[in-house]
């Protein structure tokens, strides 16, 4: 994957655990200076049920043996597991000239694209951060900010196993239906990599013409 001169790459190889990343975020975050270069991770996680700073615990249903685990994100619960790209944007917000929504705003679009360019038309919906096709969520969005500089950011469906997402009420919602890219796309294959380098250039092209 190619690194611009603001926006630094890093592939995390393997499943990460869902603390330690957010803790390595925090770090990375308090430590960066007004010279250091944005980052963009990617990765997938272990097995985890996510709340944010909002979550309602009647919004966790059965968690069963998937741990549970208090993000500092904003937003609901949710899942993340093997099989969905995540995606965390490290900007220093205010060199770049932009606002939390703007940011969530370019966040989804770079999905939004990344799915056009695959077939797959999706959409925003007004006051649920996110990304849907039709009545299902494709992607999660949930970001903090400390100190003008973001970090969390959004989870892809990719090809990960949907059924834990039964066990709650994702983003707050209870019933709302959960997709993925590996049913769209009508017997073709997308893997991990490919589909973080497609997301790396839709976002690396947005954030070039919001400058």
């Not at 615990?57 to 937003?75: K, N, W």
């Not at 799915?115 to 903090?144: Q, T």
Request: proline share 5%.
């Amino acid at each position: 994957m190619t690194d611009t001169p603001d926006l630094r790459v890093r592939c995390l190889s393997g499943l990460q655990d869902y603390l330690s990343t957010l803790a390595t975020m925090r770090d990375w975050t308090d430590a960066r200076q007004a010279q250091t270069a944005d980052e963009l991770w990617l990765l997938e996680h272990e097995s985890v049920f996510t709340l944010g700073q909002a979550a309602r615990p009647e919004h966790l249903l059965a968690p069963g043996d998937i741990p549970v685990v208090q993000s500092d994100r904003g937003g609901q619960v949710t899942y993340h597991g093997p099989g969905q790209l995540i995606a965390y944007p490290l900007l220093d917000l205010r060199r770049r000239g932009l606002g939390v929504k703007r940011l969530v705003n370019l966040l989804e679009q770079s999905v939004i694209d990344l799915l056009a360019d695959h077939g797959i038309s999706a959409a925003r919906r007004p006051g649920a951060p996110g990304v849907y096709v039709g009545e299902a969520k494709i992607a999660a969005l949930g970001l903090r900010i400390r100190n003008g500089y973001s970090y969390h950011g959004l989870a892809l469906n990719v090809s990960l196993d949907l059924a834990p997402f039964q066990r709650i009420n994702p983003c707050g919602y209870a019933g709302l239906a959960v997709t993925r890219m590996a049913d769209l796309l009508e017997g073709r294959e997308i893997c991990i990599a490919e589909a973080g380098r497609a997301l790396t250039a839709s976002l690396q092209r947005l954030l070039d013409h919001s400058a």
